[in-house]
């Protein structure tokens, strides 16, 4: 058994806009230990995501909020320290929800075994993890793309507009990516191989995306939503499809949004809007996973790993997503694989 402390990041306030730093509170505790049927973790890898913020706030949701001066948590890879669950013993490598923190003791049956080659342990968390199979079942199941249709992707160069984009290359569409950088946009269209790509940040949105959409837009991947999302919502074709996966420019605020009312738009071109989440398919992941590893094994799907340092880096990491400060998945790296 370890001896060191555990670091466990708290929730202590709820946020005002972006969160800060007070927000959160480190404390150190004695290792747990595992009861019957449990597992004693390490991290290795824990995952910041934008679904967090949401949960920050005492409001209703698809999954309850975060209570105040308890442990955040969110996908974790870690190492079996000690196990009390024929399932898993000392050293097997596995992934599931878990705590901020070096260690965690999590029920057997929510953990999953992964693997760390031909791919990285970390993939458990990006492609080959929820952010892969949200691209995959929103795209295919709500978008479903058809050679030669338009494809836009809002958050393009993030952990699921990365997949989204490469899934609607392979199924022959035309694919264009919305990110906040020249160096977002450049790795779309130079390493991801999307046909253009748009700057929210330096380019004038409306007549950018119209340049790059001459036929309209048939599929809209929307995770920002906002005032970039108002202006592919004016270039939808009849039929159009836009799965809702996520909403990162609202995040922080503090008021309703205002923005224009899109049903017109939806009427008249008989568009299909959708939200989902990816645990609505969970019957399905097994399927998913299939194709998405086959897909990555093969090199048809690149993938990127913003890795951060440090679970004392953690919160930073968080901060990150709403800066644009990740290409690709955001990730904290918290101990290595022994």
């Known amino acids: 058994m370890p001896k060191e402390v555990n670091r466990r990041i708290l929730l202590v306030n709820r946020p005002k806009g972006m969160p800060e730093e007070s927000d959160f509170k480190t404390v150190e505790s004695p290792i747990p230990e595992p009861k019957d049927g449990e597992v004693l973790i390490r991290t290795v890898y824990l995952s910041v995501?934008?679904?967090?913020?949401?949960?920050?706030?005492?409001?209703?949701?698809?999954?309850?909020?975060?209570?105040?001066n308890e442990a955040i948590t969110g996908g974790v890879?870690?190492?079996?320290?000690?196990?009390?669950?024929?399932?898993?013993?000392?050293?097997?490598?596995v992934t599931g929800m878990a705590e901020w923190a070096d260690y965690s003791v999590v029920k057997g049956e929510d953990l999953n075994r992964v693997q760390n080659d031909p791919v990285p342990a970390s993939t458990a968390l990006s492609v080959l993890g929820m952010p892969g199979l949200t691209a995959y079942f929103g795209l295919l199941d709500i978008g479903q793309p058809k050679k030669g249709e338009t494809v836009v992707v809002s958050g393009a160069a993030g952990a699921v507009g990365t997949v989204v984009g490469q899934i609607a290359k392979l199924k022959g569409c035309r694919v264009v990516g919305i990110a906040g950088s020249r160096k977002k946009t450049d790795f779309l269209t130079k390493e991801l191989g999307f046909d253009a790509a748009v700057n929210y940040k330096e380019d004038d949105v409306p007549n950018a995306l119209k340049k790059a959409c001459p036929n309209g837009v048939d599929i809209y991947f929307d995770n920002v939503g906002g005032e970039v999302s108002d202006a592919v919502i004016r270039l939808i074709n009849h039929q159009a499809r836009i799965p809702i996966c996520g909403q990162i420019a609202l995040y922080n605020l503090e008021k309703p949004d205002d923005g224009p009312r899109i049903q017109s738009q939806l009427l008249i071109n008989s568009a299909l809007m959708k939200g989902f989440i990816v645990r609505d398919y969970r019957d399905r992941f097994k399927e998913g996973m299939a194709q998405l590893t086959e897909w990555v094994s093969q090199g048809k799907i690149q993938y990127r790993e913003n890795v951060v340092q440090g679970l004392d880096h953690t919160v930073k990491a968080f901060q990150g997503l709403f800066k644009g400060e990740n290409l690709g998945k955001q990730l904290v790296k918290v101990s290595e694989i022994r």
Request: charged share 25%; aromatic share 10%.
């Open 77 to 93: 890879v870690g190492q079996v320290e000690a196990s009390e669950h024929p399932g898993y013993r000392a050293g097997d490598l």
């Open 49 to 68: 995501d934008p679904y967090m913020r949401g949960r920050m706030r005492d409001v209703k949701s698809y999954v309850p909020p975060f209570s105040l």
